[in-house]
């Protein structure tokens, strides 16, 4: 009997070739994301930031400058600058700042403080109801770019409200003592925060807003120039 011809799209052997071509090159695709990716989401130094060298995460010591986050015509969303803008979209980082007092934070003070805080955040579940970084939950506002809310700047009423000069010594007031100012309409309870661990998840938050997450999150229209702001 003569062999029966057989269509390609019905050949066994057909698709386990394919099979295998298409898990080969998934494969590589993923290993040449992940080198691609480590370096963008590495951690800086602060002799990058001495250098004028923009990491997309920013070296600890970038609290000892002031943060602003704004509009970038040429990427289309908004960008964090670090200690001031050139007008060419890029950080001058000469514009200090005092956070607690100090524009002097060493490195490894710095990353203490961010440690600290990031384990505080782990340890009272801050995600149960806020999104970092695009993780957690939606019950409560994302912190992802707290730190730059106006409403805990000199302009806003967070700073009056909690009786503090700074913006850093209100944030850390309200997280010790959350029941007494009513901040927002679903009420953040009293997780026993301790003065310390607040100066440390605030440290955290204005680490936070300084990464470059290309424009996320979308409409953060409370700053005056961003993206749908006011």
């Known amino acids: 009997m003569a062999n029966k011809e057989v269509n390609v799209w019905g050949s066994n052997r057909f698709w386990q070739r394919s ?25 800086g130094t602060d002799a990058d930031i001495q250098n004028g060298i923009t990491k997309r995460v920013p070296g600890p010591t970038v609290i000892n400058y002031e943060i602003t986050y704004e509009m970038s015509e040429k990427r289309g969303h908004e960008v964090p600058y670090i200690g001031g803008n050139d007008g060419k979209g890029n950080s001058l980082f000469t514009k200090k700042e005092k956070f607690f007092g100090r524009d002097d934070w060493t490195e490894e003070e710095a990353a203490e403080l961010l440690h600290l805080g990031k384990l505080g955040s782990q340890a009272k579940n801050c995600m149960d109801c806020h999104t970092l970084l695009g993780n957690g939950a939606y019950y409560a506002p994302d912190l992802t770019k707290a730190w730059l809310d106006p409403m805990w700047g000199p302009e806003g009423p967070y700073m009056g409200m909690t009786g503090k000069a700074t913006k850093e010594e209100a ?38 807003s300084s990464i470059d997450t290309n424009g996320f999150p979308r409409n953060f229209g409370k700053i005056k120039g961003a993206v749908n702001g006011k």
């Open 19 to 43: 099979a295998g071509w298409v898990t080969g090159f998934s494969a590589m695709l993923l290993l040449w994301l992940t080198f691609d990716t480590v370096p963008q989401i590495t951690m």
């Open 171 to 208: 944030m850390a007031e309200f997280l010790v003592n959350p029941s007494q100012y009513p901040t927002h309409a679903r009420m953040m309870p009293n997780l026993g925060i301790t003065e310390k661990e607040a100066i440390g998840l605030v440290a955290f938050l204005k680490h936070m």
